[in-house]
């Protein structure tokens, strides 16, 4: 203690100042490491390396996890495990590149799509299009290579080639009718065109699928054209006001192909019913493909939230709900918004015009903010023509999150929500386009604790700068 006390009293204010400056600097550096690997990986350094590494060390354990969430909206434990958390799904209601995207971006000079969505898409003609029985066909062979032309032109220049090695190729028409189309009535007649096409091509490879394997992925493939052009066929009848015919071509389309229930033509058919004002129509489309084995979208929580607001929205007000309780009708109704809502909480501040709509990608994370965008984009119209029914979303959708005290660790009806969608939408949705983010993330207690340990040694760096010999007592007496 006196060879301390004598070490101490010999030192002079500047090597006081010396140390604070030196540890506010170390401190601060500290700061912007845990800032920046906090924005990058979402995690503080210091907290991941402590659980991770020394905590073992010191016979500490790990955190059990959460125990699992209830599944009652319908996700079993097993498919919990195994679902991946960010797959991107297809846009059942994506629009036409030419058509819509492409004067979207003529009017405002502003690009709809991101590279990212365009590439997935090239993936999934790819995909859908094309096969290994390709080269058999000189104008198959084009188109498979067209398919993989990043310049929009090149791939209009290569369908008209195919077109002249032969007439009947439907996937040309097809790309004509996306690309080339500048309105939804060229589309369609290069749609139809496709139809004709492809509907010959089918039958010809029903007759000797069972020959080989070459011949059933051709099956397959032109199977896969078949359906791609009957849809779009009903999507431009519903946007030019057909909505019967849609209704009718999609109907039609779901019973032709049962099996090809993961394209989501159902969501499809829900909002062309909705047009129409087809409620128990929806409620019973609605009870086929809401159900305890498939996956939720947004399409289907929200509508069927819809449909038991309207029992109840127009004369519900929350004054007199305080008054007198819920009934059982309003119950329902609130509950349906509340698991619609856990399901997607981007959805609401769309619907109720907090936030501004973009055009929808041509893929959506479920979910997400990119899965909100599309549903509002055609759904929002749907809430207005209902009365009331936005109100009373207003007044009950912020309640979910009370439910769920901590939904990055669990979930309620539903598995917990995924952590990497704001990434994954980030890349879906436009760079103009403010990405919604849930849960907002927390910043973890080291980086507070740096920026509070930096703050404090500047301040004591200043106050020995200016007062060295207060600061020289005030260190020894400490």
């Not at 996890?65 to 958390?85: I, K």
């Not at 369908?159 to 004509?176: P, S």
């Not at 500047?458 to 060295?468: D, E, I, K, R």
Request: with cysteine; hydrophobic share 40%; proline share 5%.
């Amino acid at each position: 203690l006196l060879t301390v006390t004598v070490f101490l009293s010999t030192l002079t204010p500047k090597f006081y100042f010396a140390l604070t400056v030196t540890s506010s600097f170390i401190s601060g550096l500290i700061f912007v490491f845990e800032w920046w690997h906090f924005r990058k990986y979402g995690t503080s350094f210091i907290e991941q390396v402590s659980v991770s590494h020394l905590r073992p060390l010191i016979g500490g354990a790990e955190n059990s996890p959460p125990a699992p969430a209830a599944f009652s909206a319908g996700e079993n434990e097993t498919s919990r495990q195994n679902m991946p958390e960010c797959k991107v799904w297809r846009n059942p209601l994506n629009l036409f590149r030419g058509a819509e995207y492409s004067r979207y971006m003529w009017v405002t000079g502003k690009e709809p799509l991101t590279y990212y969505d365009m590439n997935l898409s090239a993936q999934d003609h790819q995909n859908f299009f094309t096969c290994d029985t390709d080269a058999l066909r000189p104008s198959d062979t084009v188109m498979q290579k067209a398919w993989r032309e990043r310049n929009p032109q090149a791939r209009i220049k290569a369908a008209y080639q195919a077109l002249e090695l032969n007439n009947d190729c439907a996937t040309a028409y097809v790309l004509l009718a996306e690309e080339e189309a500048t309105t939804i009535v060229d589309a369609e007649k290069y749609f139809k065109q496709a139809l004709k096409a492809g509907e010959m091509i089918y039958r010809k490879s029903q007759n000797c699928h069972s020959q080989s394997p070459q011949h059933e992925a051709q099956l397959r493939r032109d199977t896969n054209v078949l359906v791609y052009v009957k849809r779009r066929l009903a999507m431009c009848a519903r946007k030019l006001g057909r909505i019967r015919e849609a209704v009718k071509m999609m109907r039609d389309l779901m019973k032709e192909f049962p099996l090809l229930s993961m394209l989501n033509i159902h969501e499809n058919l829900l909002e062309a019913l909705l047009e129409l004002q087809a409620y128990a129509d929806v409620q019973a489309v609605l009870a086929k493909y809401d159900d305890i084995s498939l996956p939720k979208s947004a399409a289907i929580c929200y509508t069927a939230a819809l449909l038991k607001a309207r029992a109840v929205s127009e004369r519900f007000s929350p004054e007199t709900a305080s008054k007198r309780g819920l009934s059982t009708a309003e119950i329902n109704a609130v509950e349906a918004i509340h698991r619609a809502v856990e399901f997607n909480p981007h959805v609401p501040k769309y619907l109720l015009e907090m936030k501004s709509l973009v055009l929808p990608p041509e893929h959506i994370l479920k979910r997400g903010d990119s899965e909100a965008v599309a549903y509002a984009f055609f759904h929002l119209q749907h809430w207005k023509r209902i009365e009331g029914a936005l109100n009373l979303l207003h007044c009950t959708w912020e309640g979910t999150f009370r439910m769920i005290p901590y939904p990055l660790e669990k979930g309620h009806l539903f598995y917990p929500y995924p952590s990497c969608t704001e990434t994954a939408d980030r890349e879906l949705l436009p760079t103009f386009h403010e990405v919604s983010v849930y849960p907002q993330k927390e910043l973890p207690f080291f980086i507070h604790f740096t920026a509070g340990l930096c703050s404090f040694s500047a301040m004591l760096a200043l106050l020995t700068h200016q007062f060295p010999e207060l600061m020289v007592i005030f260190a020894k007496a400490v």
